[in-house]
């Protein structure tokens, strides 16, 4: 594990938030047990604290231990499109997710990113992280390391450097929570 990462990690576990590559774009996070954390990247974002936020994990198992029994179609979605940039957003442990991330509801998106990095990061947390792209609320994705807003870099403790993977697309959020499935957000995926 490189120097860079290793740090990433120590600010991670010790409540800092990080910019970070993953498959679609960079994103600002934190780990998700970390309520102090969480509201201040909601404020670093300025976003709504009703918005729900998305979570990367490591795998189905890992984002299991968030969410309600899922169904096995889901559970095939989920083996079908992972790694890769789809969110699903499921009927979730409420007392197992901070309400913040949950935008108060009772449902958690959750995406695991087709990136060496990102999967490093939360292989090593042991936990979750909130993945949200880094920009201030209602600003352009950034896709690019130069695509960083400097005023939003200076708000984070760590930020790394390194490629995402360039889809040029944010993810498809589809919400599996209702019948039938419904796309929020029609991204990088087509379903």
């Not at 970070?20 to 998700?32: E, K, Q, S, V």
């Not at 699903?88 to 108060?104: A, F, Q, T």
């Not at 060496?116 to 090593?124: G, T, V, Y």
């Amino acid at each position: 594990m490189n120097e860079q990462i290793q740090k990433a990690i120590e600010i991670l576990n010790q409540g800092g938030i990080i910019i970070f590559p993953t498959d679609t774009a960079f994103a600002i996070g934190c780990r998700m047990d970390r309520s102090e954390a969480i509201k201040r990247l909601f404020n670093i974002r300025k976003r709504p604290s009703n918005q729900p936020v998305l979570v990367l994990v490591n795998g189905l198992e890992m984002a299991q231990e968030y969410l309600q029994p899922l169904d096995e179609k889901v559970k095939e979605l989920m083996r079908k499109y992972w790694p890769g940039a789809l969110t699903v957003v499921c009927k979730c442990k409420i007392d197992k997710v901070y309400s913040l991330i949950r935008g108060n509801g009772k449902t958690l998106g959750v995406r695991m990113p087709d990136h060496k990095i990102a999967l490093e990061l939360i292989r090593n947390t042991g936990v979750p992280i909130l993945g949200p792209s880094a920009n201030f609320h209602g600003e352009k994705t950034p896709y690019k390391f130069e695509d960083l807003n400097p005023d939003l870099v200076k708000l984070a403790d760590l930020v790394l450097t390194g490629e995402a993977s360039n889809l040029g697309k944010v993810s498809t959020v589809l919400d599996c929570s209702i019948s039938p499935w419904k796309i929020i957000r029609q991204g990088a995926i087509r379903i």
